[in-house]
């Protein structure tokens, strides 16, 4: 099993910034890959970014040039560095690690004023 545990949401104003971590434990070595999902009230979840365990990136259209994905393999921790925010990225994200199995993490919350 693998057990994820985010953190670094929080309340920021527009243009601001956050980073998200998400540190993973247990199997790790079973993990493909990672990435960030959020969900907005009402709103189905959605992808903003993913990275595969040897870095390649993808991002969704809403975020690229925004948002950035990496990943610390040596402490299994995979980060969300979110710039330039606006309102509509307000949302409950989430940590997603993709092995034959999917896990979850618990999500953490952003919130974005304008």
């Known amino acids: 099993q693998v057990q994820l545990v985010e953190s670094g949401g929080g309340s920021v104003q527009a243009g601001g910034s956050l980073r998200l971590s998400c540190a993973a434990s247990?199997?790790?070595?079973?993990?493909?890959?990672m990435g960030w999902y959020r969900q907005a009230p009402g709103k189905q979840r959605e992808l903003v970014a993913r990275?595969?365990?040897?870095?390649?990136?993808m991002y969704a259209d809403s975020v690229k040039g925004r948002f950035t994905i990496s990943r610390d393999n040596a402490k299994n921790t995979v980060y969300l560095q979110m710039n330039s925010l606006k309102p509509e990225d307000t949302a409950v994200y989430y940590c997603?690690?993709?092995?034959?199995?999917?896990?979850w993490g618990q999500g953490t919350q952003v919130t974005v004023s304008s």
């Open positions: 997603k690690a993709m092995t034959p199995i999917i896990y």
């Open positions: 247990g199997s790790t070595f079973s993990i493909n890959a």
């Open positions: 990275i595969s365990t040897g870095g390649s990136t």
